[in-house]
């Protein structure tokens, strides 16, 4: 998980199904627009369940609202249900009956009870990869029932209940509903790198509530990195005292952690790269490494040449030791060794290693990691645990049972699977990489029409999606991790066939809402970031102006912020216009939107472009406010004013656009490469951000450009036709 | 103590220069308005320092701001420029140079540096109530000098540099300044209650961060209460095992809370409250109170019976144990003992306890309650510590040396400091009251005049802002803390003289700013927290009137909310309006402020009346939309509609009162009764809020209803008419 490796940027696909950014951007279009979506989805939830049918009525949720168990009853589960209260009480403001030493009182009559779990058992100990997470939940106007064979299913349950609860002018009530339940893949994770930006324990449990609310079931702590060693280790104090700048987990805090996720039905496995992305671990430890020390703490981003040394004895030493240990700490069976970039350059530079391997005919570098995974695989097995890695661990010699974490390309699991390896996605879930949700949501591990066998497909656990941390604080990556997430969630969770975007984008906004309430920050870390861009002079309109921009702007995507900042590092402040800007702008997905109708409609239909003409008539109105307001005034926002003038020049090419269409007329030879030149250059991303608008733009312009053939074309054709002009491929003119 | 005293309430004042509410109200009009201020304070530091001198000129602040030391370094005072650059890193966006490990790098060259920083030496290793705090800073437009005595006294400057840090279209920069700076009283603090609310450690270390900013020193925290028993004792577990519900600070986070001040230059006193207040101590340990139990940990609010049996040899017997393990843990010289609202009802019906009061010969409970003190202050003795405790505790028995803090009137500071003991104060600085900050900002420890002796003067050591926590979480305790503290904190800091209002809350407002920047809540917690209660079908605008609706609304005062929402307890979700409105709303001050210009001058002034009409037109605006929108569709906001109507009546009768000044002419009779009238009913308090802005309404109503005589009256006559007219007596007709 090489976020940042820059040399391979161009060959690097993070989205299998997204060529070209132009590309991408047409993709946009055609998901909103055209596009067939899936059958709608009715209700809320996400993710939407295995079977779900609403029924005629709503049960009230009132003060009196009364709990009930029926059969055993788990602690894990009484803890769940008790957080499941308290949300509905902070929720509603509703006060339910509490016992005198202070719990939530539960009625002894399951009869008579609002809500009866019945659960029965208390299924694993610790959260497996085998757990039986299904349940069943029947609300009527009478009563809810929630089933479940394991307290794990019922809290996937109290999920649902949490999602399902509404409010409306006669009250709080939930709606009769049936559903029968069950996860479409077992492994759904988030990965959050606690290495590059420290991420301290109360950012790693307000993102294991917001996981549970959504069902996801692994979170993955990436641990070790070039720029920190984030574990305390026992045995080899000198790992974490020096390698982490004092930020790192105690063993304590980290048995904190795993018994919070266990609480919520959430494995926790750990990852401590190797033998490459070492630098942290060879600070403490430079004899270690393949060529001679001292190292300091990695602060820049990208690859970086340390690496641990195969062919010294000692390392297979601390790795005994230290994995021992680690394999005590973590429950889980898994424990996840990285693996990847590893560039050989320490190992290529150093004789004495290139003679192990050739007198362990071992014919190369590759040959040589191989050789050290088979050793590390032989101590994690010592110590009862299963080698995960991504996808370069893959080689011949790789020991039977391990599994590789794809993250290069789809490629990846084709080939792992084809081996026997059993498998988790994350090529497509690169959430910090800034695209948009639907295409982490359309990116199925095991799409309809995909290459791999049924036994293939068997070895497909699941999916993670990936938080690297070069650009992110804990101010700023609830806002990277959430809502794109859940969507993510969905997709492992339900069945393949849900796959209506248009309907994941309107549950995600209530689900959004729902992860706030755990704590989580994605919404309320922006108000305070912007008012200190904004400085102390600010107005209201001032700020109100800024918010709009900003809702406007989305961060540039894949890895071109470390091409717009290259001089940064861990020590920069991420306080910026790019940190307030988030990924997936839903100001400009309803542009889009608007924009779509237009062009698939009447071209001067004036009901339609209305609203598209009040959107640019906004635009120009903040882009004086703050052109001639803060990105003047304001130090923080100076970075802001060629993305003012930008906005300028977007919003009058389209209101050129729309005149055009109204006049119905053709306009003028040379007036659509004049308007996408505009484009073009109001598109370049600036200060780490750039407008997504710019592609419905594009659209809009190819539309006017044809305003007076609308009538020649039939549908298929005249998308074709818009999409040819409005992305032309590189080299092609943009002409009809 | 007694936030909660409803019998005392009538009789308890807890602001000595405020009378009742409608004097409240009145003074909040003189304030604003016809009283004289003190000179004016340029720039914008929060507490003001001693000695201020803007000269002309500013040094520039860029990513090249150097700093170096000249003199001796301290740990503590590295640690705390580390905390005054990342500051300043966060704000403005730049990266200042680092060394290769890591930390901020520090210039060889003190002569060319930006800042250069001389610290005579460290000065106490723990923070102490003599420590020298003073510290001069002169900037030049070529270099800023922060010289002080100690290491505290350079935390004091740097907390002043980071408020004069300023930014314009030019960049950043700090002022040309000579200041010379040190505190009027020693003792400034600020109380939190962690035990009716538990508030954990993340409330306290960024309070303790936003006290730094204010340069307050003294964290008093109360941690023993009715409603729990919030530290952990290794010796006595049950304690805190049984009176806690599992929210209390360990020892080792106790330790860490300490060492978190100590480095911010700030004290830690714990308070102890024994003999009442003691029900949690009882529930672990019955057999220590002075009636049979079992107890359970109180919810409700109040004062209560249960209280320690003095004479039981195993309660001293106990506190020795305990008090000597907090004394090990503490390191601060003061214990506090709390000693307050001691209601007597289980010693006046126990024969046992009272034949011990006739036995030796104690007179009575309050004898016997000294009795109790002077034992537990010899205890306290042994282990090398000073008690301290409020007004209760002063007793002719009480030993020499014991500090006596005063809450409940100006005579308790007169009485203890006439028997020569020192006193700290409270009284007026009850935050948790959510009066207006100018209320508290005037409450001089020593006013001009004073009624103390210089002897006695001596013995007022400072005061302490009191957060009692019925009413607060910990999302939104700062919001009852901050900004307001800020300006306890000035009045504690600065000269006497400093006490023009209108400038304190023109400073206010930016080290309001300042104090966000910490990481404190008290802006940030109200947006997650108004789009709860509207709920998830609210539009932008919806949300938008909310806030303006919420901004002119303000939590009921003194113990009043207890009243309106009689069925609370520690269970009930803190998540409403209530909490959501915030205390000395500025809106409504800027609207006391437009209403004030208006009467002064001419009445009929349209360029004046224009801002309050275009308030009042806001008002019926806002109260349309929620009116017919999210008071009727949000269950949240069922309890706004009473004061949805109410504000549409406030801004009728404002309008009313605006076209009879226009007009010139008197109003018709009984015009003024009959809007006096409706301003009662819509000042009504409902659920748990009410509108501050009736204050001013009632003088425009009585300016108005002097319209035509206006000509007739001196400033000063007419200022007193206006008062007699909106603010009667009780029992007196509303005439002039």
Known sequence: MPPMNFSAMSSFDPLPRAGSRRLLLAGCFLAAGFAAGAATVKGELMPVPASLQFNPGRLAVAGDFSVAWRGPVDPRLRDGLGRLLDAVEQRTGLTFAHTAAGGFAVAADAASAALVIECAGPGANVPALDEDESYTLEI???????????????????????????????????????????????????????????????????????????????????????????????????????????????????????????????????????????????????????????????????????????????????????????????????????????????????????????????????????????????????????????????????????????????QGLADATARGFATVLSNGYYIDLCHPTWEHYLNDPVPPGSPLSVEQQKLVLGGEATMWSEWVTPETIDSRIWPRTAAIAERLWSPRGVRDTDDMYRRLALVSRRLEETGLAHESYLGPALRELAGD?????????????????????????????????????????????????????????????????????????????????????????????????????????????????????????????????????????????RLDQAAVPHAAVEFPVVAPLRLLVAAASLTDQRGKFSAEAWRAALQRIAFPPPGNTAAP
Chains 1, 2 share one sequence.
């Open 140 to 410: 009527s106007p009478r009563q809810a029932v929630l089933r479940a064979p394991t307290a794990t299913g019922a809290l996937r349950g109290c999920a649902t209940l949490q999602q399902l609860l509404q409010g409306d002018a006669t009250g709080w009530f939930l709606p009769a509903v049936s559903i029968s339940d069950r996860p479409r893949f077992p492994w759904r994770g988030l990965m959050i790198d606690v290495c590059r930006h420290w991420q301290p324990i109360e950012v790693i449990k307000r993102n294991l509530d917001g996981m549970a609310l959504v069902k996801l079931n692994v979170l993955h702590l990436h641990l070790t990195e070039n720029q920190g060693f984030r574990i305390e280790s026992k045995k080899f104090p000198r790992l974490h005292e020096q390698g982490s700048d004092g930020h790192y987990f105690t063993q304590d805090q980290m048995r904190e952690i795993i018994a919070y996720a266990a609480a919520r039905g959430i494995r926790v496995v750990p990852e401590f790269d190797i033998p490459g992305h070492a630098t942290a671990w060879v600070v403490g430890c430079p004899e270690l490494a393949s060529a001679p020390g001292p190292y300091v703490i990695e602060r820049a981003w990208g690859v970086f040449d340390p690496v641990l040394d195969p062919t010294n004895p000692q390392v297979y030493d601390l790795l005994d030791g230290f994995l021992g240990e680690m394999a005590a700490l973590f429950p889980d069976p898994y424990i996840h060794i990285g693996g990847d970039e590893n560039n050989g350059v320490q190992w290529s530079a150093n004789p004495h290693i290139q003679a192990f391997i050739r007198d362990h005919g071992l014919k190369d570098n590759a040959g040589l990691h191989a050789y050290f995974n088979s050793r590390v695989h032989a101590i994690l097995a010592k110590y009862g645990k299963k080698l995960i890695g991504w996808d370069e661990i893959l080689h011949p010699d790789l020991p039977a049972g391990s599994v590789i974490h794809s993250w290069r390309g789809p």
């Open 537 to 677: 002079g600010a107005s209201a309109a001032d700020l109100r102006a800024l918010r709009d921009f900003t809702d406007l702007l989305e961060p540039v995507k894949n890895y071109e912020r470390g091409k717009q900042q290259p001089a940064a590092n861990q020590f920069t402040p991420l306080t910026g216009l790019a940190d307030c800007a988030r990924p997936d702008s839903a100001a400009a997905r309803q542009f889009a939107a608007a924009v779509d109708r237009l062009v698939r409609g009447s071209l001067a239909d004036e009901s339609v472009s209305s609203g598209v003409r009040a959107s640019l008539a906004d635009w120009k109105s903040l882009a004086q406010t703050l052109g001639s307001g803060l990105a003047v005034r304001s130090p923080r926002l100076h970075e802001a004013a060629p993305l003012v003038q930008a906005l300028t020049v977007l919003a009058g090419v389209g209101e050129e656009a729309l005149q055009v269409l109204a006049s119905g007329r053709a306009p003028a030879p040379g007036w659509l490469p004049a308007e996408l030149a």
